[in-house]
């Protein structure tokens, strides 16, 4: 089959190939991949600035129906339309993996890093990833359960960074930083997202769901919990900025290389630090509960379907923020 895969490391290197048909081992399902969503993560990993063990089918947010179930796999699972929870493999035995904080494990390996992933048409998981889809929820739309546990996990693991009330700043309308924005007023905060000029199109479709925004060319917000999104040295250093003395700041975005902060604020401010790193499958319950309560909107953030084998005009288009959510379909190339 063929897969969009990375072939060698370093920048570049990444090209429609050849790729291995899967087959499901013992308590393995096999999917066929229904949507895989565009990350900034794979955009870091196509610029060398994300480890991977090439070659590798890249891809990690997916959704999909169950092909093949291997032994031991109940077979109702057959044709069930899922979303897939990113990691292939754990030690299960070290403290991070007995605690439920899987994504923390040293031997852990994931999909499209350092096994074969969701950019192809058929996709080979362990069953315990797998999370039912509500019947109303388009498939293509459900690959954005990946990247809203992912937040969830930052935001409310171990503790709520969010409180009722709270002034939240979120840097970044991306897919992230709308999916963070909502989680946060689902806390209770009143939530303000700020990007930059060439954001217009995300910012509006920001106040479309009933937030207020801004650009870095408007006057400073304060906030009580500044939630960084972009990823890019200059948010991070208006983030800290922006965060009132006893605030809390949320690392979300990679910045994918070394970036110089303004670090004494967290020291003259009495700053809260803290960040998240992928998801836990806790987070992944959560995330799917406020789909279906819809405290949570993801169909607004698709913006859309792309075949295949037009992979480079959608990373082209996801780099430059000319839409949302982008989502490659591996059956149509």
Same mark, same amino acid.
């Given at each position: 089959?063929?897969?969009?895969?990375?072939?060698?490391?370093?920048?570049?290197?990444?090209?429609?190939?050849?790729?291995?048909?899967?087959?499901?081992?013992?308590?393995?399902?096999?999917?066929?991949?229904?949507?895989?969503?565009?990350?900034?993560?794979?955009?870091?990993?196509?610029?060398?600035?994300?480890?991977?063990?090439?070659?590798?089918?890249?891809?990690?947010?997916?959704?999909?129906?169950?092909?093949?179930?291997?032994?031991?796999?109940?077979? @109702?699972?057959?044709? +069930?339309? #899922?979303?897939? %929870?990113?990691?292939? =493999?754990?030690? !299960?035995?070290? $403290?991070?993996?007995? &605690?439920?904080?899987?994504?923390?494990?040293?031997?852990?390996?994931?999909?499209?890093?350092?096994?074969?992933?969701?950019?192809?048409?058929?996709?080979?998981?362990?069953?315990?990833?797998?999370?039912?889809?509500?019947?109303?929820?388009?498939?293509?739309?459900?690959?954005?359960?990946?990247?809203?546990?992912?937040?969830?996990?930052?935001?409310?693991?171990?503790?709520?960074?969010?409180?009722?009330?709270?002034?939240?700043?979120?840097?970044?309308?991306?897919?992230?930083?709308?999916?963070?924005?909502?989680?946060?007023?689902?806390?209770?905060?009143?939530?303000?997202?700020?990007?930059?000029?060439?954001?217009?199109?995300?910012?509006?479709?920001?106040?479309?769901?009933?937030?207020?925004?801004?650009?870095?060319?408007? @006057?400073?917000?304060? +906030?009580? #919990?500044?939630? %960084?999104?972009?990823? =890019?040295?200059? !948010?991070?250093? $208006?983030?800290?900025? &922006?965060?009132?003395?006893?605030?809390?700041?949320?690392?979300?975005?990679?910045?994918?290389?070394?970036?110089?902060?303004?670090?004494?604020?967290?020291?003259?401010?009495?700053?809260?630090?803290?960040?998240?790193?992928?998801?836990?499958?806790?987070?992944?319950?959560?995330?799917?509960?406020?789909?279906?309560?819809?405290?949570?909107?993801?169909?607004?953030?698709?913006?859309?379907?792309?075949?295949?084998?037009?992979?480079?005009?959608?990373?082209?288009?996801?780099?430059?923020?000319?839409?949302?959510?982008?989502?490659?379909?591996?059956?149509?190339?």
């Amino acid at each position: 089959m063929i897969g969009l895969a990375k072939l060698t490391p370093g920048a570049g290197n990444v090209a429609l190939s050849e790729r291995p048909e899967p087959r499901p081992d013992p308590g393995h399902v096999v999917l066929e991949v229904i949507g895989a969503g565009i990350c900034g993560t794979d955009l870091h990993i196509a610029d060398g600035e994300y480890a991977t063990v090439t070659p590798v089918t890249i891809g990690h947010e997916v959704a999909g129906s169950v092909a093949e179930v291997g032994e031991g796999v109940d077979e @109702a699972w057959l044709g +069930a339309r #899922v979303a897939s %929870e990113t990691y292939f =493999s754990t030690c !299960g035995r070290c $403290a991070h993996c007995l &605690a439920g904080r899987v994504n923390l494990c040293a031997e852990r390996r994931s999909i499209g890093t350092h096994v074969d992933g969701a950019f192809a048409p058929r996709l080979h998981v362990p069953v315990t990833n797998l999370h039912r889809l509500p019947d109303w929820l388009e498939a293509a739309t459900a690959t954005l359960c990946e990247p809203l546990a992912c937040v969830c996990h930052s935001l409310l693991e171990p503790e709520p960074a969010v409180r009722s009330g709270d002034d939240v700043l979120v840097i970044g309308p991306g897919p992230v930083g709308l999916l963070a924005a909502q989680v946060a007023r689902a806390s209770g905060g009143e939530v303000h997202v700020r990007g930059t000029p060439r954001d217009e199109m995300r910012l509006a479709a920001t106040r479309a769901l009933g937030l207020e925004t801004s650009t870095t060319e408007d @006057a400073a917000v304060e +906030a009580d #919990v500044v939630i %960084e999104c972009s990823g =890019s040295e200059a !948010g991070m250093g $208006a983030g800290l900025a &922006a965060a009132r003395r006893g605030a809390s700041y949320v690392q979300i975005g990679l910045a994918g290389k070394p970036v110089s902060l303004p670090f004494d604020l967290v020291c003259f401010h009495e700053l809260t630090v803290t960040s998240g790193f992928a998801s836990t499958p806790a987070s992944w319950r959560t995330a799917l509960e406020l789909v279906a309560e819809r405290r949570v909107q993801l169909e607004s953030l698709l913006t859309e379907i792309v075949p295949l084998a037009d992979w480079e005009r959608a990373f082209a288009a996801t780099r430059a923020a000319e839409g949302i959510k982008f989502v490659l379909d591996p059956q149509t190339t």
